[in-house]
């Protein structure tokens, strides 16, 4: 049975140890999922009155909403409660690719960023904006299209006594290609990228600079979920026209009537609906952004519940499975903790587990005891090796 680990993690510990991009992949993707279709109702009304101007141009709707709830009442009289989850399983296989590579890329691209410990504060907020809005762009490349499509099943709507204009996901792309090319399935996405590498990199950015600064260690739930919403709807609010912009664009697709680029299209806006036609839907944002508040925390919350499991599973460490190389890192964790005044009395001929070597520093309980069972520390634990062999010497 394997023992539960006799310490807790200390900040700087969890900060040594880097999950690999499919874990990463992995974890954030499962978290988005979850809290995507939790909020998918409220997804599907902020683009209905998002698009609203679209709808009606083009036949599709036969007057204004009034507002978040006049959106609801009316779709769910003529489409019915499950018509608030269209396009979800659309929007999960966008998605859960999408959110996955932005947190895998955030990570890959800030290990890749040199740091100085002497950086200010908005030295590191600055640095981490950057790697956000290029990690937004770069998942952006991958999962466009699919952005398209459920932005397109999502304004599907149903008038009554009438059908809809598509029957699925890959009917939205026969249609499309068969009008517009391959060009129509990625019509606005220059603005998009804009729009991504702004919201991308402020919600990235703002989370890991002010997560440290205003959060205790380990964070509460309640407190990191706070500060994943507040940034996650300023970060919306500010990237929305954008948004809208780009969304107005992709409704385009298909139709006899398109706009010459995403500048024509927001002057358009503007001039025939009005300043804050690019705002419309922003409350029904604010109330979905529960969900990408979600998504921050549940990827952070498990992801300290991954390496923590792991931990557990790796606790227990047998003497026998590598006699002459653990002997060799636990005879020089011995001697680096006797050259700071530790005593520590061990015996040679049993199994030792992390239970009975609780008083070596945690630190070098990871590096050392580790390496054989953590291939990503041995660059680290060699060059301690190094040193501490340097200092053993002195001390004979």
Not at 49 to 61: A, C, S, T
Not at 246 to 269: F, L, N, P
Not at 357 to 369: E, R
């Amino acid at each position: 049975m394997l023992r539960p680990s006799p310490f807790k993690m200390s900040k700087m510990e969890k900060k040594v140890i880097k999950l690999g991009f499919a874990e990463n992949f992995f974890l954030s993707g499962t978290a988005a999922i979850v809290s995507k279709t939790m909020a998918a109702p409220l997804e599907r009304v902020k683009l209905l009155l998002q698009n609203q101007d679209e709808l009606i141009r083009f036949g599709r709707l036969t007057h204004p909403y009034k507002g978040i709830r006049d959106c609801i009442h009316r779709t769910f009289v003529t489409e019915g409660i499950r018509s608030f989850w269209r396009s979800n399983m659309v929007n999960c296989a966008r998605y859960f690719p999408s959110q996955a590579l932005n947190f895998a890329f955030n990570d890959q691209i800030k290990a890749l960023v040199p740091r100085s410990p002497t950086e200010t504060q908005m030295q590191k907020l600055m640095t981490n904006v950057a790697c956000g809005g290029l990690a937004g762009v770069l998942s952006s490349c991958f999962v466009y299209s699919l952005d398209y499509a459920r932005t397109r099943l999502a304004n599907d709507a149903k008038l009554p006594g009438g059908g809809r204009q598509y029957t699925g996901l890959i009917d939205v792309y026969r249609q499309t290609l068969k009008t517009d090319g391959i060009q129509g399935l990625h019509r606005g996405f220059f603005i998009s990228a804009v729009a991504l590498m702004v919201y991308r990199g402020l919600y990235f950015g703002f989370y890991d600079s002010l997560k440290p600064v205003l959060l205790g260690d380990p964070p509460g739930v309640m407190e990191a979920f706070l500060l994943g919403y507040v940034i996650t709807v300023t970060a919306n609010l500010i990237a929305y026209p954008l948004d809208t912009v780009r969304r107005r664009m992709m409704m385009t697709s298909g139709e006899q009537v398109h706009y010459k680029g995403s500048i024509d299209c927001a002057m358009q806006i503007i001039r025939k609906e009005g300043p804050m036609s690019m705002m419309k839907g922003a409350g029904a944002n604010i109330l979905r952004n529960i969900a990408g508040a979600g998504v921050l925390v549940g990827f952070d919350k498990s992801k300290e519940f991954y390496i923590e499991s792991y931990l557990e599973k790796i606790s227990e460490f047998s003497w026998k499975e590598s006699e002459k190389e653990s002997a060799t890192f636990l005879k020089l964790s011995i001697l680096s903790n006797l050259r700071i005044g530790s005593r520590l009395a061990i015996e040679t001929d049993q199994k030792f587990s992390i239970n009975r070597l609780v008083s070596f520093k945690k630190n070098i309980l990871v590096i050392h005891l580790f390496r054989i069972k953590w291939p990503s520390l041995s660059a680290r634990s060699r060059k301690l090796d190094v040193k501490t062999k340097r200092e053993n010497s002195v001390l004979v």
